[in-house]
């Protein structure tokens, strides 16, 4: 039926156009909108016939007075306590005579409650888990919030703990998530705009900005992106990333995610928008920037001299991850002669008898570190660790002592492995680990003019990409001298006094608060306001 519809269309004038053969796949594939019957029995049938085979399916006909009187929830996504106080026994206590709707919706103080009136939105409501109470001889119906469905409580952030700061993390609730940044902004310029995406699944998808401080025209750029995916079902925020991404075919991720709600507030009082979907435990954030991703929440939790140190050895770590094998094998290889005769001596000696070339004993050992950290990974937490280090262990010593790899090789590789455990970014990690691979490759063809080739074309592509519109290497290109003290360092906060100015917010000032000096003393010595 759709098919042939479609070849139809396609003969009166709609070509190959995919965006409006989309727009008529998710028009035939969409529950039919038609207006809501004056009659119970003929509603009754309608819902009977889009809900057949659904176990979890619940009516209840309802005496109300002489009213007949149709309950319509899912069984598992309701709260049947409030069904119970908040519906049933506030009917009981109508007057005795037929009541129409308008005077059922009168009574139910204790539910929030909504009108609806087309077939569309009365099975959506069922899908959201809320109730819909429909009156005999009327054209409207009454969705009832009194949805609960299953979640977990909220719980420390796994993937980007702190020692201090907020504990909290996102669950997989969308209501809850944003109750945690609401709790964090009391303000009515926190805006939260909701849209439905996906045929099937129906997912709610929300933006979530500051009115005031965050530049118009992204808000604008990220509705009109949402409003153009058209899938069956939208359900994590991988998928979500993948179809709004402004470089598909990046091995960089051009949006932020994280678990943590303070981070979440951070960006957004910075002029940064926020995107949750409901069912993620996890928030993207746009525009995201490479400086973005070598930024851990703890820098902002401790003083700034600290995290001035801890954040440059972050970004030696970054960099080392990528370049220390290549480094490595490109000096053994090639350019033996920038290495120091005491040194060459030594590594040489450790070399003597290894029977494959250095480019093989690298690739072999960084894909060896790499199972067993994946491994690591998909095992229980209780086991999990345990055979990450001590197979780590095992395997580099019995590979040494077969005589199949040097010793220097497994030191090379294990700090190339520690150097990638200290960025807080998971998604940015495994970018890293896959380049490490394309840079071994070219050190053991090139050396290091291979290197320096690869790496002026990964910098190139780094100053090309952009995140919704802003520069993806900024502040450093272009440069913003006014940006960079949140960059390699992080000055203290009676410095920072402006926000990004990449992202063009529109009040661009975030701090008025005087710089802290020591109090004046009066000539006799005590101290004076």
Known sequence: MIFDKLRRTKRKGLGNDPGRIASLVDTSLSQP????????????????????????FQLRDVDVHGTRVLLIWLQGLVDLA?????????LEKLPKR???IRQIGSVLHTVRIRWIQTRHELNTAVSDGQMVLYADG??????????????????????EPTLQGPQEAFVEHLALNIALLRKRI???????????????????????????????????????RLRKISVDGLNDINKLRELIGDAPYTLFPTTEETER??????????????????????????????????????????????????????????????????????????NQDLVPTPLLVTVAAQHRGIPFPTILEATVMMCAFEALREAGTRLPRAVGQSVSIVGTLIVGDAAVRAGLVSPGMVIVVAGTGVASFALPAYGFVNSSRIIQFAFVTVAGVFGLVGIAILGVVLVTHLVSLRSFGVPYMAPIAPLTWSDMKDMFIRAPWFETRRRPNQLEPINR???????????????SGEGQR
């Open 33 to 56: 909108d038609e207006p809501l019957p004056t009659s119970v029995e003929r509603l009754r049938s309608w819902v009977q016939e889009d809900w057949q085979h659904c176990d979890d």
């Open 82 to 90: 409030r069904i119970e106080e908040g519906v049933l026994e506030p």
């Open 98 to 100: 037929p009541p129409d």
């Open 138 to 159: 009327s054209k409207l119906a009454l969705v009832l919030d009194i949805s609960k469905p299953p979640v977990r409580a909220i719980e420390k952030a796994e993937n």
């Open 186 to 224: 009391r303000s009515p310029h926190l805006k939260v705009e909701s849209m439905r995406i996906g045929v099937y699944s129906k997912t709610t998808v929300c933006i979530i900005y500051l009115e005031g401080i965050v530049k118009p025209t992204l808000v604008e750029e990220a509705r009109q």
């Open 261 to 334: 709600p303070d981070r979440v507030t951070g960006s957004l009082l910075q002029g940064r928008i926020a995107i949750m979907l409901d069912g993620a435990p996890t928030c993207m954030m746009v525009p995201a920037q490479f400086i973005y991703f070598l930024a851990s929440a703890e820098d902002y939790y401790i003083n700034y001299t600290l995290a001035l140190f801890i954040r440059i050895l972050r970004h030696i770590a970054y960099w080392s991850s990528l370049l220390l094998p290549s480094l490595y094998v490109a000096l053994l290889s090639y």
């Open 509 to 523: 000032v975030s701090n008025r608060s005087p710089t802290p000096r020591p109090p004046r003393k009066s000539p």
